[in-house]
Nanobody, 122 residues
């Protein structure tokens, strides 16, 4: 089992940047693929980005390609989401997730953090 805690959210102007962090508990962080999702008010939660256990494979939603970068630091048990060129439509609660099996490629995860708010003003 893994416990996830997100941080780094906040208020930023359009065009700005934020870096979200997801700290994972336990000593098996390297065994989990990691993902980021977001949920805007009145909308369903949507996939944003994912990274494999080794970091060699990354997936991105079309809406964030070229602007967001997912990464992970095994030594720090932490996953990151670097968000650049932010737009008002990126405003949402951002969640990180972890999955020890293969379902992560279908954007299906077992473990979830509590979320961090990102607000982009125009």
């Amino acid at each position: 089992q893994v416990h996830l805690v997100e941080s780094g959210g906040g208020l930023v102007q359009a065009g700005g940047s934020l870096r979200l962090s997801c700290a994972a508990s336990g000593r098996t962080f390297s065994s989990y693929a990691m993902g980021w999702f977001r949920q805007a008010p009145g909308k369903e939660r949507e996939f944003v980005a994912a990274i494999s256990t080794s970091g060699a494979i990354k997936y991105y939603a079309e809406s964030v390609k070229g602007r967001f970068t997912i990464s992970r630091d095994i030594a720090k048990n932490t996953a990151y989401l670097q968000m650049n060129s932010l737009k008002p439509e990126d405003t949402a609660v951002y969640y990180c997730a972890a999955e020890g099996g293969s379902s992560w490629v279908r954007h299906e995860y077992t473990y979830w953090g509590q979320g961090t708010q990102v607000t982009v003003s125009s």
